[in-house]
């Protein structure tokens, strides 16, 4: 192992692109990806991670004002407390004293994770453990304007693309009956999921019923039925319903997926880099499912190429048995802040230059907000 590489600068690079379609799901509607990208300077290399929050505090607590200002306050200083010279393995120890905001320690020691793999000719995904060179992609649906007849003309188009799987999003009052017609139009072959970002109580039977009946629907598995803390509930139902529970937003670290596992809360585990707080916790997590012969995918957060390569490089571990949400940049741009990363054949290609294996292109940087930190 060489000598860890001297941090000479942080830069937080925030940047707006816009979705090509609005992305509609149970917290709400978005029209474009509010980035934000953490930059470390090193002598003799760049890296670079993305902070996955979205702009408010829906999804989890987390939020990308927050993030700014507790990487700026408190992640950075921490990291750098001890000296400069910072090797991506002890980013978690120096960001240890720092409680929670994963999103934002998790952009940084990816950051910290590229330069150091950058300088030494390393790719991210062969450094993890890879034994893919190319991963499975599937699609999340958003929740459409124009009703069932544009979903099924959505999940028709991307099918037509190649995507392995389709994700819809539910929510109470848009789930038994979109999701019927999915299943009616395209029948018994097509591999489908639902993901309900914790919108159903379980206390509400009519919430209740409708979960029943999406469980008729041969569906892979329903993500996050219900809110992040309801444990109890996510393993009384999964006993019930012949559908898997695959859990997202409940999952934050290692320990927690173990639990949710041995307690049948959740069958299925959806991995987020972010979510989790980084590469080393995400490994932790991998371990505990490749233990317990849990299925594990790769989740998404809209993210550009950059979030985007690391969960590529994640997904091509040998843990990932199911398509992830690892779908082409034109899912959602039609430019993305990297070189794109394109479907062939259902898959995406695992990038294998050092480090990441890809960059933004100076172009598209050139209208974003530069930040330095450090
Ligand atoms: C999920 N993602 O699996 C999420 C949640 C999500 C691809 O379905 C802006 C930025 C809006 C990130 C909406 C997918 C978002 C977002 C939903 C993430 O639960
Ligand atoms: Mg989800």
């Not at 953490?38 to 408010?56: K, Q, S």
């Not at 921490?78 to 978690?92: F, H, K, T, Y």
């Not at 018994?188 to 379980?202: E, I, R, T």
Request: aromatic share 4%.
């Amino acid at each position: 192992m060489s000598s860890p590489p001297k941090i000479e600068s942080v830069e937080l690079v925030r940047v707006r692109l816009p979705l090509v379609r609005p992305f509609r799901t149970s917290f709400g509607v978005q029209h474009e990806r509010d980035a934000l990208l953490v930059r470390v300077g090193t002598p003799d290399a760049e890296g670079w991670g993305e902070c996955v929050t979205t702009a408010a505090p829906v999804y989890s607590p987390e939020y990308t004002d927050g993030a700014v200002q507790v990487l700026r306050d408190h992640l950075v200083p921490a990291m750098l407390a001890e000296g400069r010279a910072v090797s991506w393995a002890s980013v978690p120890r120096l960001l240890s004293a720092v409680r929670g905001h994963h999103m934002a320690r998790a952009a940084l020691e990816v950051a910290v994770a590229d330069a150091e793999l950058r300088t030494g000719g390393v790719g991210l995904a062969e450094r993890l453990g890879a034994v893919r060179d190319r991963v499975p992609a599937g699609v999340s649906v958003g929740i459409p304007d124009g009703g069932i007849p544009e979903l099924l003309e959505q999940v028709a188009s991307y099918l037509d693309e190649g995507y392995l799987r389709i994700k819809c999003k539910v929510t109470p009052g848009w789930d038994v009956e979109p999701l019927r017609a999915v299943r009616e139009r395209f029948g018994p072959g097509l591999s489908l999921q639902v993901d309900a970002n914790a919108a159903y109580d379980p206390r509400d039977p009519e919430h209740v019923r409708a979960l029943d009946a999406l469980d008729e629907l041969g569906l892979g598995l329903i993500e996050q039925p219900f809110a992040p803390t309801l444990i109890r509930d996510h393993a009384h139902h999964a006993r019930r319903w012949t559908t898997q529970v695959c859990l997202d937003e409940s999952l934050e670290d290692a320990l927690q997926v173990r639990d949710a596992i041995e307690s049948g809360a959740c069958g299925v585990v959806n991995l987020k880099l972010g979510r989790v707080g980084g590469l080393h916790e995400s490994l932790a997590i991998h371990r505990v499912c490749v233990e317990t012969e849990t299925p594990m995918w790769c989740g998404g957060m809209l993210e550009t190429g950059i979030g985007r390569a690391a969960n590529v490089a994640l997904a091509s571990l040998p843990g990932f048995t199911l398509p992830g949400d690892t779908s082409a940049s034109a899912r959602y741009f039609s430019e993305d802040l990297t070189d794109p990363f394109v479907l062939e054949d259902g898959h995406l290609r695992v990038p294998t230059g050092p480090g990441l294996g890809v960059a933004p292109r100076p172009d598209m940087l050139s209208g974003a907000d530069h930040e330095r930190v450090a």
